[in-house]
C-alpha cells in the first residue's frame, strides 16, 4: 500500500500545524511541519550574517542539518544538533522567513527534505504549497484561512517577546501572506482540489472534526 498523504495548506497562523498534529496523532502518521524548515534555515543564515539578498550556495546548505521530532504531543525542531524551537518562533525569523523562503535554493533544499520523509512512510504535512508543489498528488488536501484580525491575535499568544505590539504582527502577517501570494515561485494558493476551511469563527476542535469528516467521507 502507497503511504497516505495529508496536505494542509493555508495563510499565517491559521492553525495548520495544530490540525496536522491532531490528525498525525489520529492516524498515527508521521508529522512534518514544512514551515519550521523555512524558519530553522533562516535562524541559520541571520545568524551567520547572511541576507536575503545574497545567492545561497550549496555549500553554505549542506551545513545546515534539520531535525523534526515529535512526540508525546511536543514537537522539537533541531537546528545542527541545538533544539531552537522556541528561537525559530522568534520576531526577527518571522519577518525575514518569507524573503529567505522565496529563493528557489532554499525552496529546493527543503523540498528534498520533506519529500525523503515521504518515501515509505505515512503523512501529514503543513505548509503553504504543499497540495500545489510539494505533493501535488497528495491523497487528501486542506486549506485553512481566516481574518486577519484573529490569526494575529492567535500569534500574539504563541511569541515569547510580549514587547512586540499586535497590530505589528497583524501588519507582518498581511505582508507576509502577500509576499507568498505573489511569488513567482511556489506562490501561496489553493490547490483546485483542496478542501478550503474559514477557521475564523471555528474551534480548534471544530476544524478538526471538518478535517476529519472529510477524510473519513471518501
Do not use: C, W
Not at 72 to 92: C, H, P
Not at 114 to 128: H, Y
Request: proline share 2%; net charge positive; charged share 30%.
Amino acid at each position: 500500500m502507497d503511504p497516505v498523504i495529508i496536505a494542509i495548506d493555508g495563510e499565517a497562523s491559521t492553525g495548520k500545524s495544530t490540525q496536522a498534529k491532531k490528525i498525525a496523532e489520529k492516524f498515527d502518521y508521521n508529522y512534518r511541519d514544512s514551515g519550521a524548515y523555512y524558519r530553522a534555515i533562516t535562524l541559520y543564515l541571520i545568524q551567520n550574517n547572511i541576507n536575503s539578498n545574497d545567492n545561497i550556495s550549496q555549500s553554505v546548505l549542506n551545513q545546515i542539518s534539520i531535525e523534526q521530532v515529535y512526540k508525546d504531543k511536543k514537537l522539537s525542531i533541531y537546528l545542527n544538533g541545538n533544539d531552537v524551537t522556541q528561537k525559530i518562533r522568534g520576531f526577527k525569523v518571522s519577518v525575514n522567513v518569507s524573503n529567505f523562503a522565496k529563493k528557489p535554493e532554499i525552496r529546493d533544499f527543503v523540498y528534498e527534505q520533506l519529500r525523503s520523509s515521504a518515501k515509505s512512510n505515512s503523512l501529514v504535512i503543513d505548509g503553504r504549497d504543499i497540495g500545489t508543489v510539494v505533493f501535488p498528488n497528495a491523497t487528501f488536501k486542506f486549506f485553512l484561512l481566516a481574518d486577519p484580525k484573529i490569526r494575529a491575535e492567535r500569534r500574539h499568544k504563541q511569541i515569547n517577546d510580549k514587547s512586540v505590539k499586535l497590530e505589528s504582527i497583524e501588519e507582518e502577517i498581511i505582508l507576509r501572506d502577500n509576499t507568498d501570494s505573489t511569488r513567482k515561485i511556489a506562490p501561496l494558493k489553493k490547490a483546485d482540489d483542496a478542501f478550503e476551511i474559514d477557521v475564523t469563527l471555528l474551534t480548534i476542535e471544530q476544524v478538526f472534526e471538518k478535517i476529519l469528516s472529510k477524510i473519513k467521507s471518501q
